[in-house]
């Protein structure tokens, strides 16, 4: 198992930037994927962004693409998103999670963060 705690969330106003670390301690080697999904008040789960945790394509959900960058430090075990632009609809609890294949699904991913708040005033 992999244990992962993010940090980085806080209140910003719109257009503001916001970077979110994830540092991860365990077995990371047993591990392929790293990602970051959020949840919004009264919605499901969502996915963000992944990395591969050895190197590779990153991909991202069609809300965030060309605004939000996720990237990885291996050398500190760390995942990044840099989020850019940030819009009111981009508030929720953001997650970081780490699966053993490459995935979008909340189900494929098995190690998750405790989450950190994003909030975004207009």
């Known amino acids: 198992q992999v244990q992962l705690v993010e940090f980085g969330g806080g209140l910003v106003q719109a257009g503001d930037s916001l970077r979110l670390s994830c540092a991860a301690s365990?077995?990371?080697?047993?591990?392929?994927?790293g990602a970051w999904f959020r949840q919004a008040p009264g919605k499901e789960r969502e996915f963000v962004a992944r990395v591969p945790w050895t190197g590779g394509d990153t991909y991202y959900a069609d809300s965030v693409k060309g605004r939000f960058t996720i990237s990885k430090d291996s050398a500190k075990n760390t995942i990044y998103l840099q989020m850019n632009s940030l819009k009111p609809e981009d508030t929720a609890v953001y997650y970081c999670?780490?699966?053993?294949?490459?995935?979008?699904?909340?189900?494929?991913?098995?190690?998750w963060g405790q989450g950190t708040q994003v909030t975004v005033s207009s």
């Open positions: 999670a780490a699966a053993w294949f490459l995935s979008t699904m909340v189900n494929d991913y098995n190690s």
């Open positions: 365990g077995r990371t080697s047993s591990y392929w994927v």
